[in-house]
């Protein structure tokens, strides 16, 4: 099997896409041709009086039903040709579909008055389309092949080897062309074919060179991005070997190991110790945010949602407890299916949005986690809180990494605004979706609150790699 796929397009899933898409595009069109013939001999005869041979009719009915036929055929293993480059593919196929268009034209032409038919520019539409698709050598020998088998034809009608028919309403019966005429017009035709073959060609390779501009400049951007994202993760690591050394030294002088401190110096060093902590949380954040950058699910598994969620507000527990917070989780869903996923990631995603509903809740307070199903494909998960709730106009950047709402107390609440951009693209890499909404659907007039609701497919559509990766930070 010949290869009709540059080296480029081999394995570039937009140029595959697209060719299926005409191919597909190829098979209704020709649907209508069949219309559009039929009609034309219904008008042709009723209408403009066209008073074609009965030769001439079954010749073009014939070639309809025949069009009809193989179209049937070809749209019924469209979906079977694959894109293998090596074996016959997409290319090939439209390959096919033009050849046996043009036959079935060819013979539409030679019915309806060779040079006097009103068919034959339809090879030129026909040049155009194949250029767009085909490799231009290729295209360059079916426009040879067409201009010499309209020019042996013609040759074969004038010496009477074959028939001529013409269209008498079109044509008069006695009107025969010199053979400078005939030689005139496949000349002319026959370097509009190549004309237009060198014009839509061109278009189509510089159209196809900035493609490949594109591809390569998005290729360099996610490098870049690679490289920045490893880059991040170096110079943090270094940043949190010393800040993790002091905060070790702090705990041992609050432990009293070294000795007796005084009162208003326990005072510093547990401010000290809070603020290490909120930096050594910010790190694991950004790490945690350029490992996800870097790394596909590597893994999937069946994950039961609400056992994880419930398994995550049991950690949580002395902390709701003291400060009297009400979980309540509700199951509204009749089948209660696993999620295939990335269990330690869905865990960091779930663990972000419980600990923001408590953080930013009050004492005396309710959080209600909502499980339903959208359809018999997707599971909806609502997590809704009576806290500070966030403003419209920062409800759309929220998922921004290190953007904080403007109504929070950044003195007395630590954060690093990367707790819902980990949450987010932890979402989308399973190809899920997230949006917030405030108030939320139990808040009131003190403490809107804010509803964050989740949309994940039980099954995702992208193959995972069974790749091993350790992410000791998660």
């Known amino acids: 099997m010949f ?10 899933g937009e140029f595959w896409k697209a060719i299926r898409l005409r191919n597909r595009w190829f098979i209704r069109l020709r649907y209508i041709t069949v219309v ?24 073009i009915a014939l070639i309809s039903i025949i069009i009809f036929l193989y179209n049937v055929i070809l749209q019924s293993v469209k979906d079977k040709i694959g894109d293998v480059p090596s074996k016959f593919n997409c290319l090939h196929f439209s390959l096919l579909q033009i050849v046996l268009d043009m036959s079935a034209l060819m013979l539409l032409v030679y019915f309806t008055g060779m040079i006097d038919s009103p068919l034959y520019m339809l090879f030129i539409f026909h040049m155009i389309i194949g250029s767009l698709i085909l490799p231009g050598y290729i295209v360059y020998i079916c426009a040879g092949a067409i201009a010499f088998i309209f020019a042996v034809l013609d040759y074969l009608q004038r010496t009477d080897v074959l028939d001529v028919y013409l269209i008498p309403g079109l044509v008069g019966k006695e009107h ?7 030689v005139l017009f496949i000349t002319v035709f026959g370097f509009m074919l190549f004309v237009s073959v060198y014009l839509a060609n061109k278009i189509a390779r510089q159209l196809y060179r900035r493609e490949q501009q594109l591809r390569r400049t998005l290729e360099k951007l996610e490098e870049a991005e690679e490289s920045k994202q490893k880059y991040t993760i ?11 050394a002091l905060q070790s030294i702090i705990q041992l002088l609050l432990e009293r190991i070294v000795g007796p ?12 110790k809070i603020r290490t902590d909120e930096v050594l949380a910010l790190i694991n954040n950004i790490l945690r945010f350029s490992k996800l950058k870097l790394l596909d699910i590597t893994s999937s598994e069946e994950v039961m949602v609400d056992g994880l969620i419930r398994s995550l507000i049991e950690n949580h527990f002395e902390e709701t407890k003291q400060r009297k917070i009400e979980f309540q989780i509700f199951d509204q869903r009749e089948n209660k299916k696993a999620v295939m996923g990335d269990k330690i990631l869905l865990e960091l995603a779930f663990s972000n949005l419980i600990s923001n509903s ?31 709730g966030i403003p419209q106009h920062d409800i759309n950047k929220i998922f921004n990494q290190f953007y904080r709402a403007s109504n929070i107390d950044k003195t007395n609440m630590e954060g690093s605004g990367m707790g819902l951009a980990i949450v987010k693209e932890i979402i989308d890499r399973h190809k899920g979706t997230i949006e917030a909404t405030s108030p939320s659907k139990i808040g009131n007039a003190k403490y809107p609150g804010t509803t964050v609701t989740i949309r994940l497919p039980y099954k995702i559509t992208s193959e995972i790699e069974p790749e091993e990766i350790t992410r000791e930070d998660y």
Do not use: C, M
């Not at 170096?234 to 993790?244: D, L, M, N, T, Y």
């Open 358 to 388: 408590i953080k930013y809740s009050p004492d005396d307070s309710r959080v209600e986690i909502t499980l339903s199903e959208k359809d018999a494909e997707n599971i909806l998960i609502e997590v809704s809180d009576t806290g500070i």
């Open 176 to 182: 025969v062309h010199e053979i400078t005429y005939d």
């Open 36 to 59: 559009i013939l039929l009609g034309f001999l219904l008008f042709g005869e009723l209408i403009l009086n066209f008073n074609l041979s009965k030769t001439q009719i079954i010749a």
């Open 234 to 244: 170096g110079v943090v690591h270094e940043i949190k070997s010393p800040i993790a």
């Open 261 to 272: 401190i005084d009162v208003e110096v326990e005072k510093k060093l547990q401010r000290a």
């Open 3 to 12: 290869v009709l796929v540059p080296q480029w397009a081999q394995h570039y």
